[in-house]
């Protein structure tokens, strides 16, 4: 290969987020710590949701902007959503790759990417 | 040149422009989040003309065979009309006359209906019965297109229901009524004919699944078909002679009637249709779930299906939800 492959392409595209997505949603959904702030959602707008982060923690391509992290998560932060609930979201996530057997390094590049968000989430 | 068509005005597509660029380019509110195809904010409908096949992916099939696309990501090379999806207007209304009216138990009545103009629909989809030009109901439609002639309905008599009631007490056969649709995304897809189906209702959720189940049926599909309808007493159960019947013709069918008051006569199971559902069937990883009537029924039974392994793109449910102005 000549070209270095970038993140995305590593992990192996859409078709790793698709596979990725079901499993995350459970665990989040399943997590004690944050499992509150998901009750009385739509489900299936949920999904869509966690797709579109999946894609941009892979270093996918996206259009969302500090500012859209911020007003999508403006009205958990009033119910309390603080760092430890972003801790547990970028654990899920580490635990989402390795049941679907990625390497380590590249958990941690996503695990980074998810982390460089975590500002804009909290609304600081 | 392309032009797309939405609520009666022309926009002229750009080039390279996506449909969503194009109409919030003039100033149409189409809400949008991610631009990237992912998020499925920006979903619309194809009313006229096929959205290109790229700007379906990641939509449910049920959406796909309905030409829903995602508009940031469509670049349609040939006209395009498109609506919102929650745009009524896009159907026209259909008269269509009562052939029968038959209770199937003590609250629920079947209406069959001859339309005056075909109306192409899936069994499980649902139509807004009329009463007047300003007073309809969604029904779901236990029919299906290639067995049956007419659109069947299974119509439970609400307290105070000011069309269930009128259904009840008032409609005749021979009469006149309007009807608009079909719309809802809770229906069979032919293929993964060896896929397991589970079917989950309560009450009058049962019309979308004898329609679903016979459609499958219809379609050879081979792999279990698990249908469990619930209510809290016998007298609310029906159609289980029927489905009885199914039964004995079909070996891959199976129906389990549940009765959540109480002790269960032989035959029938005890408890909440989908708590039986999840004891007799505990992983449904590669099922395919169909969850129909009382919406906190429907909410649950969605998350307990997603949490026992079921994809969330293999949940098809439709709620029931009572109108607030009844």
Redesign the interface.
């Known amino acids: 290969m000549s070209q270095q492959q970038s993140l995305y392409e590593k992990l192996g595209g859409e078709a790793a987020v698709?596979a990725a997505?079901?499993i995350f949603?459970?665990k989040v959904?399943?997590d004690d710590r944050i499992s509150s702030f998901f009750e009385g959602v739509d489900?299936?707008?949920q999904?869509?949701?966690q797709?579109?982060f999946l894609?941009m923690a892979f270093g996918g391509?996206?259009?969302?902007s500090g500012l859209?992290m911020r007003r999508g998560h403006a009205h958990l932060v009033e119910r309390g959503l603080n760092d430890s609930h972003v801790d547990a979201v970028i654990e899920d996530l580490g635990a989402t790759l390795r049941e679907l057997n990625v390497s380590e390094e590249l958990i941690a590049q996503v695990a980074a990417i998810a982390e460089s968000t975590r500002n804009d989430v909290l609304g600081r | 040149m392309v032009n797309i068509r939405y609520a009666k005005d022309n926009f002229e597509l750009g080039e390279n422009q996506s449909v969503l660029d194009c109409l919030t380019g003039r100033g149409v509110p189409i809400p949008f989040s991610c631009r990237n195809g992912v998020c499925q904010t920006c979903l619309m409908r194809a009313t006229g003309g096929t959205p290109p096949e790229n700007s379906q992916n990641g939509l449910k099939d049920t959406l796909k065979l309905q030409n829903y696309f995602l508009a940031c990501i469509c670049h349609p090379t040939a006209d395009l009309e498109v609506a919102l999806p929650n745009d009524d207007d896009v159907q026209a209304v259909i008269p269509a006359t009562v052939k029968s009216l038959k209770l199937l138990n003590s609250e629920i009545m079947h209406v069959e209906l001859e339309c005056h103009a075909p109306i192409d629909y899936r069994a499980g989809q649902f139509i807004n019965l009329f009463r007047d030009q300003s007073l309809g109901r969604s029904y779901s439609l236990a029919s299906v297109p290639h067995e049956d002639d007419h659109l069947h309905l299974h119509v439970r008599r609400l307290p105070q229901g000011r069309v269930s009631g009128w259904i009840h007490e008032e409609l005749r056969p021979g009469e006149t009524v309007e009807i608009r649709g079909p719309g809802g995304d809770c229906f069979y897809i032919p293929g993964n004919t060896e896929q397991g189906l589970v079917l989950i209702g309560t009450g009058s959720g049962l019309a979308p699944l004898y329609g679903i189940v016979r459609d499958a049926l219809s379609q050879n599909h081979t792999g279990p078909i698990h249908l469990f309808h619930g209510s809290r007493d016998l007298n609310g159960l029906y159609l289980t002679g029927e489905l009885r019947d199914l039964v004995e013709q079909y070996p891959n069918f199976n129906y389990v009637p549940c009765l959540s008051g109480g002790e269960a006569p032989h035959g029938f199971a005890s408890g909440r249709a989908d708590d039986v559902a999840f004891q007799q069937i505990p992983n449904l990883k590669n099922w395919r779930m169909f969850l129909c009537g009382h919406p906190d029924m429907v909410k649950a039974a969605k998350k307990k299906a997603f949490m026992a392994g079921a994809s969330m793109k293999d949940i098809y449910a439709d709620a029931f939800n009572v109108s607030q102005s009844s």
């Open positions: 698709n997505v079901d949603y459970r959904l399943s489900m299936e707008t999904a869509a949701k797709k579109s894609t391509p996206h259009n969302y859209d």
